[in-house]
């Protein structure tokens, strides 16, 4: 099964990609690496949003496992997106990408709130849009944030950008025979717990019928491979 044309996507990427080969924080390097990715795949044609997770710095439950308060520790990991969000558009900006931050946390000094209307003009300008601060709302993660605002942003697709190169029926990194799926169904997703995003994500993505295309953003060249319809993935959607 392929996926129908793709016009518009959102591109999802965990904040641990942009740590490079670091244990933690923003390697500036490896972020202009993923800012020239993204830059090729926009040449192609493609309208992009960008969501950018943020555990690289911040994680609300880790700090909840800590002793922390989880609404307040969770804060702290959407104020850590805002971080990668501004990395992320120095180097689209670096490359002569234009962008536009939108965080759902206002935060007028340094990006504009999110206001949709304002972000379809973006993209018909050709700017990327990099919305920052998930849903805005403790108890959530980016996943939820790239679920939400594919959908009210009506793109085509959710590429999620990790560290592997696809949904695997079991954790590849602890069971050597794990067999990755090439397509998957929303609700084998969910009923046997795959590691592909959170459970709120991908039920609203199977509710407004969004793909989900999880793909390794390490390797060079793999977003615009993937956008062409090769290179490694899994496909989420309605079998
Ligand atoms: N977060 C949140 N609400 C949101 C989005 C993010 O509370 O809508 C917090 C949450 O604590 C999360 C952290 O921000 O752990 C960083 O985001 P995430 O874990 O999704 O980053 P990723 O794993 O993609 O790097």
């Known amino acids: 099964m392929s996926l129908p044309p793709i016009k518009r996507v959102l591109l999802k990427l965990s904040g641990e990609v ?9 390697d500036p390097v490896f972020v202009a690496e993923l800012a020239k990715e993204v830059k090729a795949a926009k040449e192609t044609g493609l309208e992009i949003c960008l969501v950018i997770g943020g555990g690289n710095i911040f994680r609300g439950m880790a700090g909840a496992a800590q002793g922390m308060d989880r609404a307040q520790a969770d804060y702290m990991g959407m104020l850590a997106t805002v971080m990668n969000a501004l990395a992320m558009q120095n180097a689209l ?9 939108q965080s759902a946390i206002e935060m007028d000094k340094v990006c504009e709130p999110v206001i949709r209307r304002r972000a379809e003009r973006h993209l018909e300008k ?8 998930g849903v805005g709302a403790p108890y959530f993660t980016t996943d939820s944030g790239a679920a939400l605002r594919a959908a009210e942003m009506k793109c085509d697709a959710l590429l999620k950008g990790t560290s592997v190169d696809g949904v695997y029926d079991s954790d590849p990194k602890h069971n050597p025979d794990a067999i990755r799926f090439d397509t998957v169904s929303y609700d084998r997703v969910l009923a046997d717990n795959l590691k592909v995003m959170d459970a709120s994500a991908v039920a609203l993505c199977r509710d407004n019928k969004i793909p989900i295309v999880v793909f390794s953003i390490r390797e060079k060249g793999n977003l615009a491979r993937v956008l062409a319809g090769g290179g490694v993935q899994t496909i989420v959607q309605d079998s």
């Open 126 to 133: 050709g700017r990327v849009v990099i919305f920052a601060a």
């Open 18 to 26: 942009l740590m490079g080969d670091q244990q933690f924080g923003i």
């Open 93 to 101: 900006e670096q490359l002569g990408v234009q962008t536009r931050v």
